[in-house]
């Protein structure tokens, strides 16, 4: 899915779900792009960076998984990409908005932004740090980077990622088409300080869910 939404990136990129004995997490291979993954192609790493079960070379992010797995027990897939809208909006500087119903499954709050490092995130410390810049929240932006979309399950990460980066592509085309029209004014969508309750798309059922 990653790949058919346009966030493959020749090998680059990874996402992993929750191992269900608590030995660490199921993540692909490196060697492999997103469109080539198959169940002989994922492997179990370790908190340590072990790989404990299957075959082939460990990506070197794997404390992005691992540490945020250990920070959120809820969270059951972690989704990594280089979505290339996210990482365009992220670079400007812009918060995501509400531009787009896409949008509305991030905001609000506002998603966080990760700045301590544009490189890969290689150590456990890095790891950490990217899962205390995630807090509660349902995605990060890795500035200049990437992006990392959580999730109850894997298949509910790789859903958020999707959105993300729709959400991104909605918000750069709107004020791409304000910017050719600058005459005319812009409504400013984002809600009040006193907004307490948004409703939210549900990723797993498509109906929409009340979150405060």
Not at 14 to 31: F, L, M, Q, T, Y
Not at 174 to 196: D, F, I, M, Q
Request: glycine share 8%; net charge neutral; aromatic share 4%.
């Amino acid at each position: 899915m990653l790949a058919a939404a346009g966030q493959g990136d020749l090998i680059w990129g990874h996402s992993s779900a929750r191992d269900p004995d608590g030995r660490g997490v199921w993540i692909k291979a490196a060697e492999w792009g997103m469109e080539e993954v198959t169940a002989d192609r994922v492997h179990l790493v370790d908190d340590q960076g072990a790989v404990v079960e299957g075959e082939g070379a460990r990506h070197s992010e794997y404390p992005i998984h691992t540490e945020i797995m250990a920070a959120r027990p809820d969270v059951g897939g972690v989704v990594h990409t280089h979505a290339p809208h996210a990482v365009a909006l992220a670079a400007t500087g812009q918060s995501l908005r509400p531009v787009s119903h896409a949008a509305t499954y991030f905001f609000p709050p506002e998603v966080p932004r990760f700045t301590r490092t544009a490189d890969l995130v290689l150590t456990r410390e890095l790891g950490r740090s990217l899962a205390l810049t995630l807090g509660d929240a349902r995605a990060v932006f890795l500035v200049n980077h990437g992006l990392v979309a959580v999730g109850r399950t894997l298949e509910a990460a790789t859903v958020a990622a999707i959105l993300l980066d729709r959400a991104c592509a909605q918000q750069l085309r709107t004020h791409a088409g304000a910017a050719a029209h600058p005459g005319r004014r812009t409504r400013n969508l984002c809600p009040s300080a006193s907004t307490s309750t948004t409703t939210r798309p549900s990723p797993r059922s498509g109906t929409t869910s009340s979150a405060a």
